[in-house]
């Protein structure tokens, strides 16, 4: 199966989060990545009101911040989330890259 390649410049990305920010719905959206920075697991939502105890995807903690061992999850292929992403942790540190259509 060939790979789809998206312009550089049509790719959003949020820079590092430190505050459980939601990232928007997006219609066009044609897949995300999101990457844990943090010492802390992070709690992530397919829809609004992430918290601990109400979340679709936990990824691990790093060893330091931006040491790159932290959980990431994506979704590039097959049936691609376009509402809200929400989330939740201690001291979150992260970041979202999305592919537009």
């Keep these: ?11 959003s990305r949020t820079g590092i989060l430190t505050e459980a920010t939601d ?15 943090g010492q ?7 829809g609004s009101g992430a918290t601990t105890s109400s979340f679709d995807v936990v ?12 959980g990431s999850y994506e979704q590039t292929q097959g049936v691609i989330y376009r509402g809200l992403i929400s989330f939740a942790g201690t001291t979150p540190r992260y970041t979202v890259t999305q592919f537009p259509g």
């Design 1 to 11: 199966m060939a790979s789809e390649m998206v312009s550089v410049d049509s790719v």
């Design 40 to 46: 802390n697991a992070l709690f992530v939502k397919l």
């Design 59 to 70: 990824l691990k903690a790093g060893t330091a911040n931006d040491d790159g061992t932290a």
């Design 23 to 37: 990232v928007a719905a997006n219609t066009s959206r044609k897949g995300f990545l999101i990457q844990n920075l």
